[in-house]
């Protein structure tokens, strides 16, 4: 795997890279939201308890195929409220490897599944081995 965050002639990036190239089979990972395994909502009215149980729910479907946050290549980031950016990047941060970071995508939605949803996030991963 190999990251390209700035290649030259790109725009500076605030912690993603501009692209990650791969071989091998990759992992789709379905829009991940704020629930826990109960499916309870986890901080209602907090976007960053919000983002760090989005991204514990995207590291258990990672470990079902013997993966982790290293492995993933690109996060599709769906916000409701851009407001809400410093703390995604925030806890996003505690997540990725910062000086490898996943090519990402970020778009502001008018309203996800659950009126309380503030975040969605769907990963794409390089894995190892297909169990």
Do not use: C, W
């Given at each position: 795997m190999q990251h390209h965050i700035r290649p030259e002639g790109s725009p500076p990036a605030n912690g993603y890279s501009h692209a990650v190239s791969f071989?091998?089979?990759m992992l789709m990972i379905s829009g991940q939201v704020p629930?826990?395994?109960?499916?309870?909502l986890v901080g209602y009215d907090d976007a960053a308890?919000?983002?760090?149980?989005?991204f514990r729910n995207i590291e258990v479907a990672l470990e079902?195929?013997?993966s982790t946050?290293?492995?993933?290549?690109?996060?599709?980031?769906?916000?409701t409220n851009m407001?809400?950016?410093a703390a995604f990047r925030e806890v996003r941060d505690e997540f990725v490897d910062t000086q490898r970071p996943p090519a990402s995508s970020l778009v502001q939605v008018s309203g996800l599944v659950h009126p309380?949803?503030?975040v969605e996030i769907e990963a794409i991963a390089a894995i190892r081995s297909i169990p």
């Amino acid at each position: 795997m190999q990251h390209h965050i700035r290649p030259e002639g790109s725009p500076p990036a605030n912690g993603y890279s501009h692209a990650v190239s791969f071989a091998g089979p990759m992992l789709m990972i379905s829009g991940q939201v704020p629930l826990d395994a109960e499916g309870r909502l986890v901080g209602y009215d907090d976007a960053a308890e919000q983002t760090r149980q989005v991204f514990r729910n995207i590291e258990v479907a990672l470990e079902a195929v013997g993966s982790t946050m290293g492995d993933v290549v690109k996060l599709t980031v769906f916000l409701t409220n851009m407001s809400d950016l410093a703390a995604f990047r925030e806890v996003r941060d505690e997540f990725v490897d910062t000086q490898r970071p996943p090519a990402s995508s970020l778009v502001q939605v008018s309203g996800l599944v659950h009126p309380a949803f503030r975040v969605e996030i769907e990963a794409i991963a390089a894995i190892r081995s297909i169990p």
